[in-house]
């Protein structure tokens, strides 16, 4: 009985919304049921508008994502690129400082110097660092013993050391600083003569000036016309300061070199001048 | 306990229907969920519920687009009436007959456009035999399985 009821209670709202629905459709929008589908409209749109929004959003949480991933591995591959041009710009530093050694070695005057043969240092022992360097060049390409080897240190040469050792393509160059070494030289513009000696460091010393002489702080020391082995005037360093010896007869100079022994890379090995001695 | 689902599974199927099937329709061609959830409403709780929510969604499917007014009510209250008179007369578990259920639905429900815009369109209307015409009811069929399966899962099933 009840699902008669129920049945008929069905089949009755079946009839009643179909003839709703031939109405609606027979009707075709008129005024009053264009202003009941514009209120439905109103009330329904904003919930398929919300929702669209919500998945809007969460797209773009999708792509936001995707885009941090992708920052992330351009990150990574920026700091690779970083990485090789960081050494890449080393390697140009360096090419820079060479080609800028290179250059003042073109420029080096060959005229007053006599000719020279540019090489470049090749070994130095670092227990050995102000005594000892090796350079690429040796007999075969003109280097004799005691040949005077300098560098271009700013504007101008100054002088390294002399070759020792030679081989057919490389020879040993004893350095100012090493002890074994002593050079005459004399005080720029004074003339007063004394013997440079190393001190196995990066300070030289010049010994046997006069007591009463002119000397002073800061005075440029180059090579003196007594030597056998440089040529006369070449830069050596500067006078650092000045003491008495131990009978106060005679003044002891600590030089500072122009050279600065931790950038050694070329040198320069003189290979005849005019009026060659032996000392 | 059924209202309350039934009105949730309503504007949770308006939703997917008019705001995200742009999201995963292929070449234009998207399921007619609504049709497949009255299919489903309608063989798991009978005749009464099936219709009512049948006029529900078709009345807003003419309210939001820009169809015929009252041709989507008329033929979703028609088919959640004659399906759910077939309720627990089949075996509804069957994916095949969840299949066939919904294949039949779409046509008579394509055909059921056709007919009324025929009929009731204030203008001459030419009927696009196109590939969504055709591919329409496979879609449907071939989505209904996994709808049902997926709404077992929440929607009790209880006669109206």
Known sequence: MNEEFSSRRTNLLFVVLTVINLFLLTTHLNVYIRFAKNILFYLLNPTTAVAGQALESTRNISQTLHEVLRVHQDNLSLVKDLQRYVYLDHDYQRMKDENARLHQLVNFPPTKMGNYVPARIVSREPASWFQWVVISKGSEDGITIDAPVLVWAGSRPAVLGRAVEIFAHSAKVVLITNTLCALPVQIKGIGEDGLLEGQNNAELRVNYLRAGGKIAIGDEVVTSPLSAVFPEGITVGYVRDITFSENDTLRIAAVRPLVNFNRLREVMVLTSRTGDRHE | ?160
Not at chain 2, 9 to 15: D, K, R
Not at chain 2, 20 to 41: R, S
Not at chain 2, 140 to 153: D, E, G, K, R, T
Request: net charge neutral; aromatic share 16%; proline share 4%.
């Open chain 2, 1 to 160: 306990m059924n209202s309350i689902i039934n009105g949730l599974l309503f504007f949770f199927v308006i939703i997917i229907q008019f705001s995200w099937t742009k999201y995963f329709a292929l070449y234009g061609l998207a399921p007619n969920i609504p049709l497949i959830a009255l299919i489903y409403i309608s063989l798991r709780q009978g005749a009464l519920s099936g219709q009512l929510l049948g006029f529900a969604w078709g009345i807003t499917w003419d309210v939001l687009s820009g169809d015929l007014f009252g041709s989507h009510a008329l033929l979703f209250t028609g088919i959640g009436f004659l399906i759910g008179k077939l309720s627990h007369k089949m075996d509804e578990s069957k994916v095949i007959t969840q299949m066939v259920l919904t294949g039949i639905a779409s046509v008579v429900f394509s055909a059921g456009m056709w007919c009324l815009y025929l009929v009731f369109s204030p203008t001459e209307y030419v009927l696009s035999w196109n590939y969504i015409v055709w591919m329409q009811p496979l879609l449907n069929m071939m989505v209904a399985p996994f709808f049902f399966a997926a709404a077992s899962l929440v929607i009790p099933e209880q006669r109206a």
